[in-house]
């Protein structure tokens, strides 16, 4: 996991951060963003390496496992927030009542992957942003 940016088929639809920790489903919800047209942005395994990246890449949307190798992402989505990134947290450990109130632009996609809801969660973050209500 490099946390570089990657497109995989010509120009991007916008950038993606990705937060998981566990390496196998990093690498599909990579090569799944990029064939969605993604530029992709990361996969980050820990909070704290999500934090360093958007010190210099500033993404559209961030797709967030909520636990990662070092605690939960809710400050680094507490950050993304404030910087106006649409958030889409992807995990097996989604409340979804609690991210609709603490984050009420997010939106849920419950692992195991489902990529047309994943993709249809990643457009309408990157469309609202930091402005749009609550839905799985």
Not at 25 to 37: I, K, N, P, S, T
Not at 87 to 105: C, D, K, M, T
Request: net charge negative; aromatic share 6%; proline share 6%.
């Amino acid at each position: 996991m490099s946390g570089e940016t990657t497109s995989a088929k010509g120009p991007a639809k916008g950038k993606v951060m990705i937060c998981e920790d566990e390496v196998i489903v990093a690498m599909d919800l990579q090569m799944l963003l990029e064939d969605f047209g993604y530029e992709v942005i990361g996969p980050f395994p820990s909070v704290a390496q999500g934090f360093a990246a958007i010190e210099g890449l500033r993404p559209d949307v961030a797709l967030l496992d909520v636990r990662l190798k070092d605690g939960e992402v809710y400050p680094l989505a507490d950050r993304l927030q404030e910087l106006g990134v649409g958030l889409v947290f992807q995990s097996g450990h989604v409340n979804e009542e609690e991210i609709a109130a603490r984050y009420p632009q997010a939106r849920c996609s419950l692992k195991p992957i489902n990529p047309a809801g994943l993709q249809m969660a990643l457009t309408k973050a990157a469309m609202t942003g930091s402005t749009c209500g609550a839905t799985s």
